[in-house]
């Protein structure tokens, strides 16, 4: 492939990869080193939560990853460029912006703990002989509510938050992210306005505004009332259909959701692109070209661009999306939890040789820190083969620079 790698170029063939690291999810070296892992293995976005200590780290790999480009190459991934960071808002209570709490010293002594066992963050934690905390560690948890019902004495509970119109400003200016996230559900239309009041002073300064909405009664409807509302737009536009939001970790069943929701959005005809999220996982690709929800690509030198141009070196990106794409088909994929819980071993490796090196009183006083994944290569190159083993699902046909070798 010799033209240069740009996001826009991935949605309007239809091979778009974002990295959902999680609205509410605040741990930073998993963020840094999910953001590095999932840059190399050749992702268009990375999505964080709305916090600029969370954003600093995404940046921070961003850069990394950078430096790492010609060794990536040399492997064979697919990293051509920097990603799209986008940032995670909602207009109202929405699953994603909430976390888990409890008290623990209301626990009672004889509680088998399924909480623990059942987090995919985690992030609930017991005090012992490792351990000088107790209860849900803020940072870690990402909202998914597994907790909520599995508890005994039902001790646990959540506490959700709604991002405030003043942080539009100094997420955009400050922090320089390149796309927000609107999530959104049928009915919160006044609160949405409420929102994007605050946002349309800064759109012009983004490259793309996606609209996340799970299913519900009127969702065409409100769709249409939002496009309506933000348009103008000159920036890229995606619906993000979220099918079964958090889930993508569960099973395989939890992609149906995800799927079956595309499909109404894509024959609604809403200007933009649609892409999956909720639910995606190791089978969402293989069922979206099943139902031919993917474009068909053969792979070469010259591609199609979603209005049939050709698109060959090093082309200028056309951040305007008031033309939907003709063809009836699904954009891309952003996966979540099953992303993170795909990297969870590793980056569990990488905390145990970090203490390793804590430990060791010989360990070189120069490194950065030993919580990055850099530093340890053998790690990093595993993590990111883990990250593109997700990642090719999508562009697996495409033509690298560099081969992989055999």
């Given at each position: 492939?010799?033209?240069m790698y740009y996001?826009l170029t991935?949605?309007r ?17 998993a963020?840094?080193n ?9 992702a268009?976005?990375i999505d964080v939560?709305a ?10 790999a961003l850069?990394?990853?950078g430096e ?8 064979g991934?697919r ?7 986008m940032?995670s808002?909602?207009?109202g ?6 976390k888990a ?18 987090c ?11 351990e000088?905390f ?22 646990i509970?959540?506490?959700?938050y709604?991002?405030?119109p003043e ?10 992210v390149?796309?927000?996230?609107i ?8 609160d ?16 793309l505004?996606?609209?996340?909405c ?7 409807d ?9 348009t ?20 395989s ?17 809403l ?6 999220a ?6 969402t690709?293989?069922?979206l070209?099943?139902?031919?929800l ?8 010259i591609?199609q ?15 305007s ?11 891309g ?7 993170r ?28 820190s ?11 190159w ?14 697996g046909?495409q ?5 992989k070798?055999?």
């Open positions: 492939m010799t033209q996001p991935s949605l063939e239809g091979n778009w990869f974002k990295l959902i690291c999680g609205a509410s999810f605040q741990n930073l070296p963020v840094r999910l953001t590095l892992s999932y840059t190399l293995a050749g268009d976005c939560a916090d600029p200590a969370v954003i600093a780290a995404a940046k921070n850069q990394v990853a790492l480009a010609g060794a990536a190459q040399a492997r991934f990293f051509q460029g920097r990603p799209w960071l940032v808002l909602n207009d209570e929405d699953v994603h912006f909430r709490e409890f008290d623990p010293d209301l626990c009672p002594p004889e509680c088998p703990r399924p909480c623990q066992k059942i995919p963050a985690q992030a609930i934690v017991f005090q012992n002989i490792n000088s107790s209860g849900v560690i803020d940072s870690s948890c990402y909202g998914c509510g597994r907790c909520l019902p599995i508890c005994p004495s039902q001790l509970y959540t506490r959700s709604v991002s405030t942080v539009i400003s100094e997420l955009i200016l400050q922090t320089g390149d796309a927000l996230e999530h959104t559900k049928v009915g919160h239309f006044r949405f306005q409420r929102l994007w009041k605050a946002i349309t002073p800064w759109v012009a300064q983004l490259k505004l996606a609209i996340s799970p299913d519900g009664d009127g969702l065409i409100y769709l249409w009332a939002l496009y309506e509302l933000i103008p737009l000159p920036c890229t536009l995606v619906w993000q259909t979220d099918g079964r939001p958090m889930s993508g970790d569960i099973g069943g939890t992609t149906r959701a995800a799927v079956k929701l595309s499909q109404v959005v894509l024959a609604a005809g200007p933009g692109y649609i892409q999956l909720g639910g995606t996982n190791n089978h690709v293989s069922k070209r099943a139902t031919g993917l474009p068909k690509r053969e792979s070469g030198e591609r661009g979603c209005n049939g141009d050709q698109i060959t070196q090093s082309p200028t990106p056309n951040f999306s008031s033309v939907p794409n003709p063809q009836p088909y699904v954009a994929v952003a996966y979540g939890s099953y992303a819980v795909l990297m969870s071993p590793l980056l569990d490796k990488l905390e145990k040789l970090n203490g390793e090196v804590v430990d060791d009183p010989l360990a070189s006083s120069q490194r950065p030993v919580e990055y994944l850099e530093e340890f290569p053998e790690l990093l595993q993590a990111v083969e883990k990250a593109d083993s997700l990642v090719s699902q999508l562009k046909n033509q690298l620079l560099h081969p070798p055999s």
